[in-house]
Structure formats: C-alpha cells, structure tokens
C-alpha cells in the first residue's frame, strides 16, 4: 500500500527547497567554486593610460587567433571575493603564457581565453603577488588546512587559524606557504590543495 501522504510531503518539502536555493538571498549566500591556482596572475593598471573604468580585453582561442569575446572594467569584478573588495579591477588567474600572451580564467566557470595585456597589466608569479600583501585563508575549507605545522606537511603546530585572520606571506614552496600569522607565530600552511586549486586570498 503507497503511503500517499508521505510522498506529498517529500513534495513538498523538494519545492520549499529549490524555492529557498532560487530566492535572491540564499542564492547570494552560497560559496564560490574556489579556482584552479594556475601559474600566477595578470594585475591590471589603475593609472593612465587606460583608466580602470574603461579597462576593455579582447578574448582570444589561441594567441591573436579566433576572437571569442571581450571582457570590460564590470565583467572584471568576479575575483573580489579572492582579492578583497576595494576600487581596483580584480586580476585574472593564469593559467599558461606565451610571450605577451596570457591565458586567464575569465568567468566564475572556469572557462578560459588568451589575452594580450600590453600596458593595461603585468603578469605576477603566486609569490609576487601574495607577498605585496596580507592574505587570509579562503571560508568553508576542510580543518585541516586552517591548521599550521612546522614544515611543509611535518608536526602540526597548536595554531589553528580562521578565515577571518590576516598572515604575511614570506615564501612560498610548491603547494606550501610559509607565513607570519596576525598573532606573530611562524609556520607552513598549504596556500593550494591537492587539486590545484586555490586555499588563500589576498586582503586589501
């Protein structure tokens, strides 16, 4: 005999679902998909003489071949939540180079294009970049990333940082960073996991 009541209510609890996950609240709440780290970044240029607010990038298949798109100053806000939220335009994650040529993941679904930055940007290796600035461990991680050890995958040491606290960067070892905690402690944290993917931002 078919429990007719029960199968109404998995119904209906399934549509209260989906009708919380589509409203413009939660939808906002959800977490990002954390990015491959790729090689480095593109840092784009706040001066003269391409102003942010008309920062425009042609996107490419293949190195001055195949125009797939563009990106402008708008579309180029996608990485604040990785790169702290300020006036500056969000750099793109690289992921190869050739000469000038940059390959970027340029939407939140990975996808990626070639760019040819010229003066409106340099590229910076992980270190460069994390170095010039605090960085801060990414929320919704597994613990054992918040936890910090003595070496790169050695004795753990009895700090355990949140994402909410800021480090210095002082060298970075394969997937490894050394870093120089807001409560002046010293020890190694992975700044990406096993995947590739990124661990830390960087914070403003």
């Excluded at 605090?134 to 355990?160: C, F, I, M, R, V």
Aim: glycine letters at 10%; one cysteine or more.
């Amino acid at each position: 005999m078919v429990d007719v009541s029960g199968r109404y209510l998995v119904i209906f609890l399934f549509i209260w679902c989906v009708a919380l996950t589509g409203s413009d609240g939660d939808a906002a709440a959800l977490p990002h998909m954390r990015p491959y780290s790729g090689i480095g970044v593109v840092v784009f240029f706040q001066s003269d003489p391409v102003p942010s607010k008309n920062l425009t990038l042609q996107l490419y298949r293949e190195p001055g071949l195949l125009r797939v798109g563009k990106l402008n100053s708008s579309s180029l806000a996608g990485n604040k939540w990785l790169f702290g939220q300020s006036d500056e335009i969000s750099p793109l994650i690289v992921s190869a180079r050739k000469g000038n040529w940059l390959r970027v993941y340029y939407d939140d679904a990975g996808r990626e294009a070639w760019i040819e930055p010229q003066y409106k940007g340099r590229f910076q290796s992980w270190e460069q970049f994390l170095k010039s600035h605090t960085g801060h461990l990414l929320p919704g991680l597994s613990p054992q990333y918040y936890k910090l050890h003595q070496q790169p995958g050695e004795k753990l040491l009895a700090a355990t940082l949140n994402s909410n606290q800021v480090f210095k960067v002082l060298k970075l070892e394969n997937a490894w960073g050394m870093v120089l905690t807001d409560q002046a402690q010293i020890g190694w944290l992975r700044w990406r996991d096993e995947d590739g993917r990124l661990l830390v931002g960087r914070t403003y």
